[in-house]
């Protein structure tokens, strides 16, 4: 009985086991490569994440706009009363804004700072002085 056929055949699989086993050696390393990457950027964007958070303790808190009304003036009138060194009243705050000393312009601008004193962002320190909340 001639074998060799059988041993030719055997020859041929070894050799497809023997360069699969290699390309999917030469893949695992690449895999490994990859993981690696991947874990030390893993690692920094933690180490990011403990930094934001400890420094988010030292940030003051600041009224967030999301609750702020929908109108222009409202950023404005903050920025007024964070660059202000005392209390203000509507109409210091309407000639801040550059509104014209009009009574419908000081009173529509009092009805805003009262609006940010409900939402408990200013202070009604006397009858009609503002402040910014502390």
């Given at each position: ?13 070894e ?8 390309a ?27 930094t934001?958070?400890a ?12 609750d ?22 509507a ?7 550059d ?8 009173e ?5 700072l ?9 202070t ?11």
């Open positions: 009985m001639n074998i060799q056929p059988l041993l030719d055949a055997l020859g041929i699989q050799d497809a086991a023997r360069a699969l086993a290699d999917l050696r030469t893949q695992i390393e690449e895999l490994h490569g990859r993981l690696r990457e991947v874990e030390t950027h893993l690692e920094h964007l933690t180490i990011t994440r403990k934001v958070t420094l988010t303790d030292r940030i003051p808190a600041q009224a967030s706009s999301p702020l009304p929908e109108h222009p003036d409202y950023p404005r009138i903050l920025t007024v009363f964070n660059e202000a060194t005392g209390p203000l009243r109409r210091d705050v309407c000639q801040a804004l509104h014209e000393l009009l009574p419908k312009n000081i529509g601008t009092r009805a805003k009262k609006r940010l004193v409900k939402l408990d962002i200013l009604e320190v006397d009858v009609g002085s503002f402040t910014r909340k502390q």
